[in-house]
């Protein structure tokens, strides 16, 4: 099995189990890193989900 590089706010929100919404919040004050590929596209790095200690 193969780790993902780069996860949705919803995958990353099941992970937290939290709603999508939350993590974009999140990502908007900077509580997680976040890499915004376009103005509605959101990606929250693999490094990121083990620091926090998802995964």
Do not use: D, Q
């Not at 999140?26 to 890499?35: A, G, L, M, N």
């Amino acid at each position: 099995m193969s780790k993902k590089v780069y996860y949705s706010p919803a995958e990353f929100a099941v992970l937290a189990s939290v709603k999508p919404a939350t993590v974009r919040l999140w990502c908007r004050i900077e509580r997680i890193k976040c890499i915004r590929i376009s103005k509605r596209l959101i990606r929250i790095p693999h490094s990121e989900v083990r620091e926090i200690g998802l995964i």
